[in-house]
Every structure is written in C-alpha cells, then in structure tokens.
C-alpha cells in the first residue's frame, strides 16, 4: 500500500486553472521533493496535501484515509505562522506544550535545538526582531518539534545564505536519516531538491501538471560531503 497518494489534484482560482490533475505516489520513509517555477502552484499543492486548500477535484489519501483529516501532519507554510507575543523559544516549543510536556523539560528541548542550529542568543528574542532567515529557522525548527509522521516543507530554506543553508540541511538530513519521517519540501530551486530527496517531481507552469520525475540514487553523507570540498576549494 502507498503511503501517501496524490490522486488527480486539480484546482482553479476563479478562471485560473493552476493544478492539473497532478498525480505522486509516496512511500512511507521516503524524502521528495516538487519543483517547479514561481506561481507553478506548488504551494497551493502543499496547502492540499495539508488539508487547508481544498482540490476541485481528485484527492490526497494518507495511508487510504483523505489526508485533510489526519493528524499525522506538521506543516511549515511558506509565509511563517510565528505567533508575534511569544518569543524564538516559546514558538518552538509551542507543539511540546500542546502535546503536554512539562515546562522544564521542552524548555530544555527547546534550547537543544536552538543550540544546534546556532540561535542560542536569540532564545528570547520576539519574532519582530528576528531576520527574515532566522525566522525561517525558528518556523522550520516548531514544524519539526511537532515530530508528526509526515512533514510537509513550502520553500523552508529560501532565506537562508549558502553557507547557513548547507549547515540546516546537513542537520536535516542527519536527523531524517535517523528517523522514519516522510518528507515532502516544495521548492523552486533544483539543485536543493536534487541534493536533499530521494525523487524529485517536477512541476511545468500553469496549469501545472508534473513532467518529470527524477529519482536520485547517489548516497546521501558522501553527497554533501562532495558538495562541502566543492564549496570551500572555490
Ligand atoms: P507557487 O507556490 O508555485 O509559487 P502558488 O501555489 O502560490 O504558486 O500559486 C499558484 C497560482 O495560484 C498563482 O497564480 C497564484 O496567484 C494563484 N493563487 C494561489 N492562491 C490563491 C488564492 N487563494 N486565490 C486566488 N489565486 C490564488
Ligand atoms: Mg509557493
């Protein structure tokens, strides 16, 4: 049985045909990516998936069951969701509290994995304050937090500089590799889906259908280790 089935999505805005019957097979464990251009739909996509959109028609099962229902979902949208009155660490550990982990210990938590991506200094720092880049890590790292089975990304990583970026992937993929997550990251950027997943669908512009499907076989320490000598012989 297919893990998650994209199933025919389709999906207009007024007169606009964005989605056209796209179609993706997933498999439990598996990290994909889609890509496509800028307004492509891949978010609207996402948002599907996600169950905060609605497809026109087809549908997207989890485990055969309409995904929109399912709580085995976190989702990191690509305009962050940072609640403004609470602080870098009291967002992230926002899905700790909910599942009911007391204070101390998703304190701790909390600041383990701000420690790790380098933002210790900015634990109580409001979301008003924070760069843009920051942000998007303080939002990737709630989304992660939430430790749901299935972990849908929109554009996580666009705002970060080069050298950040490959740090937070490293970290990624480090900790997907431990885990049995399933990801799925929408992005625009080819070589990060092609560096970060096992199978990379590709989205034409609208209406948007998927074109191409590509799977990468290389192992994936010695694909970022390549691709660290690369960047520092430059
Ligand atoms: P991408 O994420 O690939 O950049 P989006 O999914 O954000 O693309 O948008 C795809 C198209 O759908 C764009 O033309 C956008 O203007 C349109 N669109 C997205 N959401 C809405 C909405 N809620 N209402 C009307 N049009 C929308
Ligand atoms: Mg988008």
């Known amino acids: ?3 998650l089935q994209i199933d025919g999505v389709s999906k207009t805005f007024g007169g606009n ?3 056209s019957d796209i179609r993706a097979d997933i498999r439990e464990g598996e990290f994909c990516a889609f890509v496509g251009p800028s307004g492509c739909g891949k978010s609207t996509l996402l948002n599907i998936i996600a169950g905060i959109e609605k497809a026109d028609s087809g549908e997207v099962r989890l485990c055969s069951r309409p995904s929109a229902v399912q709580d085995a979902i976190s989702f990191m949208p690509q305009q962050d969701l940072l609640l403004p009155w609470r602080t870098a660490l009291q967002n992230i550990v926002l899905p ?9 210990d998703r304190i701790s938590r909390g600041r383990d994995v701000l420690r ?11 979301p008003s304050s924070l760069s843009g880049g920051m942000r998007q890590r303080i939002s990737f790292l709630r989304t992660y937090l939430c430790e749901k089975p299935l972990m849908l990304l929109d554009e996580p990583f666009g705002k970060l500089d080069a050298f950040t970026k490959m740090d937070v992937h490293r ?5 997907w590799e431990k885990g049995n997550q399933t990801i799925l990251m929408v992005t625009h950027d080819l070589d990060e889906a092609i ?4 199978r990379v669908f590709v989205m034409s512009q609208q209406p948007s259908s998927i074109i191409h499907e ?12 390549m691709l660290a000598s ?3 012989k430059k």
């Open 1 to 3: 049985m297919m893990y």
């Open 17 to 19: 045909k964005v989605l």
């Open 96 to 104: 700790l509290e909910m599942k009911g982990m007391p204070k101390r």
């Open 116 to 126: 790790q991506f380098g933002l210790e200094d900015y634990a109580d720092h409001y």
């Open 171 to 175: 970290w990624l993929l480090d900790s």
């Open 195 to 198: 560096l970060l997943s096992d």
């Open 214 to 225: 590509l799977k990468v076989n290389l192992p994936r320490p010695r694909k970022l280790d």
């Open 230 to 232: 690369e960047e520092l």
